[in-house]
């Protein structure tokens, strides 16, 4: 079942009580998770009380009693929507994320397949080509009870052990096994995926692979230990699939069971991806150009009893031309929608704090960005009174337009609206 994110929302069949009470338990959880604002489903009830929903703020799959909800993402027009895994997952792999560097996210086909089955073939293609070469072992550190010295003497442990049993004496070890937080991860990951995916055949070849792991329990590593563990140069080749399972652990959701309602299930903060495709964009070009770049630099914009610090999105200079730019995914209202008596779509929130980070960043323009504009809407504004921004911005960098075949093209014509930026001067009309 398609949904368009903020589009119309869409009818689910099944027990009213216990969709509620899953649809509110995985609210919960990924509004959480996500940082969102506002709840990811909202719930819209018909007339006959049966429970429609609505996407808001997240892009992604996940199972709803016995449907799969595929959400597009919002920026996709009405006609494309079918394609929208293509388009997210060139988005992904452009925007240099990790877990979608694997060929098969940029390489036909995609359209045909579920946004999870996707996934998971692709990690268990990884998985598999990186155990052409066996199974990773490592060291592993264990506490030892022993009569003879082995290892690291565990001084702590000393004193109290001393009392009780003098004979044998606590030490830490270091042995090499196949029982590693690289291997429990990857184990761990074939399980879920194999329990998130509809399709047979791949469910079947997870299962497959991860016979590899027989004598390694299955358990997913604490998100302490993943952002300690560094991938050693001698398990280089396991790195596609460990950034995918890595990227599963941090981003799958519960496995909700409410009599028989299960909602597992994998979604994206769609703002997050669309800063990281902007900022893609944005060092290419700078790097291309000679520019100066850096993404949510901080600066101080007030002293007090607590300090106050803006973080903007992107930080851009270009020939001693500096821009301050913010990505926005979402306006105030549709650009159709624009208020009377010169109103515009534009939050003033997102106004003000461009502005104010202007001022600290010392940039006499400044920019807002997003996914499309209509081209009959004002893109430049003269700033009222001293100080800085002079002039305010509006640029269109739409990933809809954009294709791995034909990143160049796209990667121009956003540097033209810069262009555009850049040239405009005070006192003059764009």
């Known amino acids: 079942m398609l949904l368009q994110e903020y589009g119309s929302p869409v009818r689910i069949?099944?027990?009213a009580e216990q969709l509620l009470r899953a649809i509110e338990n995985t609210n919960s959880y990924w509004q959480n998770q996500l940082g969102l604002?506002?709840?990811?489903?909202?719930v819209v009830l018909g007339e006959d009380g049966g429970v429609q929903v609505r996407a808001r703020g997240v892009t992604g799959q996940i199972r709803l009693g016995k449907h799969d909800l595929h959400i597009a993402p919002k920026y996709l027009p009405s006609d494309e929507v079918e394609k929208w895994q293509e388009s997210l997952f060139d988005m992904l792999a452009f925007a240099n994320t990790p877990a979608f560097r694997h060929s098969t996210f940029v390489e036909g086909g995609v359209e045909t397949d579920g946004?999870?089955?996707?996934?998971?073939?692709?990690?268990?293609?990884?998985?598999?080509?990186?155990?052409e070469r066996g199974a990773p072992r490592g060291y592993k550190q264990s506490e030892k009870l022993l009569e003879m010295a082995r290892g690291r003497l565990m001084t702590e442990k000393l004193y109290p052990q001393a009392l009780q049993d003098p004979s044998k004496l606590w030490f830490e070890t270091d042995e090499f096994s196949k029982d590693t937080t690289l291997t429990r991860l990857l184990h761990w990951a074939c399980d879920r995926f194999a329990a998130l995916v509809d399709d047979t055949a791949v469910r079947n070849e997870l299962l497959d692979v991860k016979q590899q792991f027989v004598d390694v329990p299955a358990k997913k590593p604490s998100k302490a230990a993943l952002d300690r563990f560094f991938l050693s140069p001698k398990h280089r080749h396991f790195e596609d699939a460990f950034n995918m399972a890595k990227w599963l652990a941090y981003n799958q959701g519960p496995t909700l069971t409410t009599k028989n309602v299960e909602i597992p299930g994998v979604l994206l903060k769609s703002r997050s991806i669309y800063q990281g495709f902007v900022d893609s964009c944005l060092r290419r070009i700078s790097s291309s150009r000679g520019w100066e770049y850096d993404d949510e630099p901080t600066r101080r914009l007030a002293f007090g009893a607590k300090t106050i610090s803006t973080t903007p999105d992107h930080y851009l200079v270009a020939d001693e031309d500096a821009l301050l730019l913010d990505s926005k995914y979402k306006g105030k209202t549709e650009?159709?929608?624009?208020?009377?008596?010169?109103?515009?779509?534009?939050?003033?929130?997102?106004?003000?704090?461009?502005?104010?980070?202007s001022r600290v960043f010392d940039t006499s323009k400044a920019v807002l960005v997003y996914p499309n504009i209509p081209g009959t809407f004002e893109s430049a504004w003269q700033i009222e009174g001293e100080g800085l921004p002079r002039t305010m911005h509006t640029v269109e960098i739409d990933p809809a337009q954009f294709t791995r075949e034909d990143e160049a093209t796209f990667l121009t014509d956003v540097s033209s609206e810069l262009d555009?930026?850049?040239?405009?001067?005070?006192?003059?009309?764009d």
């Open 13 to 15: 069949e099944g027990n």
């Open 115 to 131: 946004f999870i089955e996707l996934f998971a073939r692709s990690y268990a293609e990884a998985l598999e080509l990186a155990l």
């Open 335 to 357: 650009w159709t929608e624009e208020e009377e008596e010169g109103g515009t779509p534009l939050r003033n929130q997102d106004v003000y704090q461009i502005m104010a980070g």
């Open 420 to 429: 555009r930026v850049l040239d405009y001067g005070d006192g003059e009309s």
């Open 37 to 42: 604002r506002n709840e990811p489903l909202e």
